[in-house]
């Protein structure tokens, strides 16, 4: 029989072992899904001859995405010289 105690190693727990990078995603995931439920109604979008009915946070969202993919289009890069 053995006399040897045996350690036993504790993981900290899910909230531990957070870093403030997932902190920051986890507030914006929380964030989104509030926007989604306040914003649910149905909004009208006319552009020329198109119209387009659609909830509202998703108009908001395409909107957004729009402008950011602008952004990256438009940025300036740069050059690498060597």
């Known amino acids: 029989?053995?006399?040897?105690?045996?350690?036993?190693?504790v993981k900290p727990n899910f909230l531990a072992?957070?870093?403030p990078m997932n902190w920051i995603a986890l507030v914006l995931f929380?964030?989104?899904v509030?926007?989604?439920i306040q914003n649910t109604s149905t909004v009208s979008i006319d552009l020329l001859w198109i119209?387009?009915?659609?909830p509202?946070?998703?108009t908001i969202s395409v909107i957004f995405l729009i402008?950011?993919?602008?952004g990256y289009f438009t940025r300036r890069r740069k050059n690498s010289k060597d």
């Open 34 to 36: 509030i926007f989604i």
């Open 30 to 32: 929380i964030l989104t």
């Open 56 to 58: 509202q946070w998703l």
């Open 67 to 70: 402008g950011w993919l602008c």
């Open 1 to 9: 029989m053995s006399t040897s105690a045996t350690k036993k190693t």
């Open 51 to 54: 119209s387009v009915r659609s």
């Open 17 to 19: 072992r957070l870093t």
